[in-house]
């Protein structure tokens, strides 16, 4: 498992194009028949990816520091592509499309593997854990939202939450992902940063188009084209915005002092450069 540690906002100002993408960009997350896992500095957030070719399990990774995985985590488990199945103790959890799993402190014997029909992809999003929380399976279909956004400013978009205070509940993790109406395809714009928390954004449904992902400080923004299952690491002082060249979807998370949503400091769109 990589370790990701990164620059100051002063250094990322001067970094070029392959050394931006190298400090903020995750590529090759799925990979047949892998589980890829990267460590970050972001609230010492995990994020990886599954393409299980037969059933494989979740191992132990030295960077944790801990005898297993989530002696000290917790995990969202989100289901991008066809049901699948994640075990979990001898336990079987199915998830269909867009199925959300939340194991807490203390889990043991984690594994994935195919439904009966089509390849499963599993992104998981950990965090460090003080307490524990019930095991936890969402339905894509119990997870209800309004659209937010104006149609005619093409960010028409609604946000799926799935663990957050009136959620699933966890210790400090916070997922879910964004999908947008037709015809939009701004995300968070105007842009926001969060002193208090940093974020992860996983772009997915992106097919065979990109998007333009905005970063940097407000006044000194920078940008990422990213691919279809690629993510972007996001620090506190980073905005994170994008569009794309068609329809799209993304996966947030989020960890740090609160669980608040709302919780983030406005960047007016005057106050970009």
């Keep these: 498992m990589k370790t990701h540690y990164f ?5 990322t100002n001067v970094l070029g194009t392959e050394q931006l993408r190298e400090n903020f960009l ?4 799925f990979q047949t028949g892998q589980i890829n896992a990267r460590y970050t500095d972001l609230d010492r957030m995990i994020v990886g990816g599954v393409l299980p070719a037969g059933p494989i399990a979740l191992p132990h990774y030295k960077a944790t520091g801990t005898s297993f995985f989530l002696e000290r985590r917790e995990v969202g488990i989100l289901n991008l592509s066809a049901p699948g199945v994640v075990n979990v103790a001898g336990k079987r959890y199915e998830l269909g499309t867009l199925d959300c799993l939340y194991l807490g402190l203390g889990e043991k014997d984690i594994s994935f593997e195919n439904g009966q029909t089509g390849q499963a992809a599993f992104y998981f999003v950990s965090t460090p854990a003080h307490a524990k929380y019930p095991t936890t399976v969402l ?4 997870v209800k939202t309004d659209p937010i956004g104006d149609v005619t400013k093409a960010n028409r978009r609604r946000i799926n939450k799935y663990i957050h ?8 993790l916070v997922l879910g992902f964004t999908e947008f109406e037709p015809g939009s395809v701004w995300n968070t714009m105007p842009p926001h940063t969060h002193s208090r928390r940093t974020e992860i954004y996983l772009y997915f449904d992106v097919a065979d188009q990109m998007v333009v992902h905005l970063m940097g400080e407000p006044n000194a ?3 990422l084209i990213v691919r279809d299952r690629e993510a972007v690491l996001s620090p506190a002082w980073s905005i994170h915005a994008g569009v794309g060249t068609a329809s799209y979807r993304f996966v947030w998370a989020m960890g740090g ?6 919780d983030m400091d406005p960047v007016a769109i005057s106050e970009l450069r």
């Design 139 to 142: 339905r894509r279909a119990d």
């Design 26 to 29: 995750l590529g090759g997350l």
């Design 165 to 172: 205070p009136d959620g699933i509940k966890s210790c400090q």
């Design 257 to 262: 002092d609160n669980q608040i949503f709302a």
């Design 221 to 223: 923004t920078r940008h």
């Design 7 to 11: 620059p100051s906002p002063k250094e």
